[in-house]
T-cell receptor, first 110, second 119 residues
Framework: TQLLEQSPQFLSIQEGENLTVYCNSS?????LQWYRQEPGEGPVLLVT?????EVKKLKRLTFQFGDARKDSSLHITAAQPGDTGLYLC??????????FGAGTQVVVTP | EAQVTQNPRYLITVTGKKLTVTCSQN?????MSWYRQDPGLGLRQIYY???????DKGDVPEGYKVSRKEKRNFPLILESPSPNQTSLYFC??????????????????FGAGSRLTVL
């Protein structure tokens, strides 16, 4: 059973378009992280959100943590081919135990 | 360069032949963890370690063993590998704050992965 549901599983868009990836759970997390993974590499942390309702921006990426700390979203504005990758959300249930979603594969074509 | 190093990166083995995947970090991190990644399932935690000689089970520990005799090393041991352990394995580490946990999150640095095939 996947405690963290990511949607969509796959997203293919043209350069310049916007996209949103969702991460939902019925559980409350103390924090939630977003990672990006490229082929042949390990996931790399993009951002951590801790407070319910928190919004963080990282250049063209906007991350939001739900008020109840059960869900999160990642929005990319004006996507570029370099944004292509597998996006993973991970919720911290307790110190030491991270629960990952299955990931959203994003493909941005020129 | 701060990094987590896994070896081997690729391994094909046969059922029942014991193997060890090594993991080493040079960041003096207290926390280390092993994950396996399978299509459609994301990363699932196998074991983790809060510090030397302190280990605990993750969500899918069956068929695996770990040890943490030194701070920098956290090997993953498959005593009798089976085909359902064919997967991509990742080791990760993170530090603790002076308060005993990172401020708000357990932020992981991952290794590059070890792709294991058990025939």
């Amino acid at each position: 059973t996947q405690l963290l549901e990511q949607s969509p599983q796959f997203l293919s868009i043209q350069e310049g378009e916007n996209l949103t990836v969702y991460c939902n759970s019925s559980s409350v997390f103390s924090s939630l992280q977003w990672y990006r993974q490229e082929p042949g590499e390990g996931p790399v942390l993009l951002v951590t959100v801790v407070t319910g309702g928190e919004v963080k921006k990282l250049k063209r990426l906007t991350f939001q943590f739900g008020d109840a700390r059960k869900d999160s979203s990642l929005h990319i504005t004006a996507a570029q081919p370099g944004d292509t990758g597998l996006y993973l959300c991970a919720g911290e249930r307790s110190w030491g135990k991270l629960q990952f979603g299955a990931g959203t594969q994003v493909v941005v074509t020129p | 360069e701060a990094q987590v190093t896994q070896n081997p990166r690729y391994l094909i083995t046969v059922t029942g032949k014991k193997l060890t995947v090594t993991c080493s970090q040079n960041m003096n991190h207290e926390y280390m963890s092993w994950y396996r990644q399978d299509p459609g399932l994301g990363l699932r935690q196998i074991y983790y370690s809060m510090n030397v000689e302190v280990t605990d089970k993750g969500d899918v520990p069956e068929g695996y063993k770990v040890s943490r005799k030194e701070k920098r090393n956290f090997p993953l041991i498959l005593e009798s590998p089976s085909p359902n352990q064919t997967s991509l394995y990742f080791c990760a580490s993170s530090r603790k704050t002076d308060r005993g946990r990172p401020s708000g999150a357990n932020v992981l640095t991952f290794g590059a992965g070890s792709r294991l095939t058990v025939l």
